[in-house]
């Protein structure tokens, strides 16, 4: 099926370890977005690519780092986890300029940081 | 301070009524706006986009508004349905860049 797949669903980290989501997209879309989602906080940017070979900070992108691998993946890495990063981390995509509809998300990622 | 402002409170409403849902937003001038559906424990889907020189989009039973003088936008799901009992979200791209600022979302319960 055609969309956004994210790995792992589900994650349980220590304070301290690392890890690395991963993100594909299979629409060709240029542009990749990775979200946080907490209660009472909505969906905040963390980290965005606009085509290949890029990527710029959202709005809370301290304590993580993003590669832009090809056109289709798009990975968020935490070098060191901390109990403030759990949350449901989703990944999404988009065709930008005039052909613009909105974003495709995936099923997201659930942390937990013990 | 809140860019987005959705109606935190959930909104109960009879099956077949119309549900209103209200999006407001402060010092931005977006090109357009997007509504998005999320259901527990999934990501947000996209229903509808709006540009700034578009007052009214319709998709099916759905209708949006966008009044860029009051600075809103109105989602309405006419004859609305228990399965649409969700949290729909408003985003806007503050600076024409593509990149979506969303709403904390208004969950909508449709009771049969």
């Known amino acids: 099926n055609a969309g956004v797949t994210q790995t792992p669903k589900f994650q349980v980290l220590k304070t301290g370890q690392s890890m690395t989501l991963q993100c594909a997209q299979d629409?060709?879309?240029?542009?990749m977005y990775w979200y946080r989602q907490d209660p009472g906080m909505g969906l905040r940017l963390i980290y965005y690519?606009?085509?290949?070979?890029?990527?710029d900070k959202g709005e809370v992108p301290n304590g993580y780092n993003v590669s832009r691998l090809n056109k289709r993946e798009f990975s968020l890495r935490l070098e060191s986890a901390a109990p403030s990063q759990t949350s449901v981390y989703f990944c999404a995509s988009s065709e930008e300029g005039p052909k613009r509809v909105g974003y495709t998300f995936g099923s997201g990622t659930r942390l937990t940081v013990v | 301070s809140q860019k987005i402002e959705q109606n935190s409170e959930a909104l109960n409403i009879q099956e077949g009524k119309t549900a209103t849902l209200t999006c407001n937003y402060t010092?931005?001038?977006?090109?357009?706006l997007q509504w998005y559906r999320q259901d527990p424990g999934r990501g947000p889907v996209f229903l509808l986009l709006?540009?700034?020189?578009?007052k009214e989009k319709r998709k099916e039973r759905l209708k949006v508004t966008f009044d860029t003088t009051l600075k809103q936008s109105l989602f309405h799901i006419t004859a609305s349905q228990p399965a649409d009992s969700a949290t729909y979200l408003c985003a806007l791209d503050e600076s024409n860049t593509g990149k979506l600022i969303f709403g904390q979302g208004t969950t909508l319960q449709v009771k049969p």
């Open positions: 010092n931005y001038s977006p090109a357009y």
């Open positions: 629409m060709n879309h240029n542009s």
């Open positions: 690519s606009a085509s290949e070979g890029t990527t």
């Open positions: 709006i540009r700034e020189n578009e």
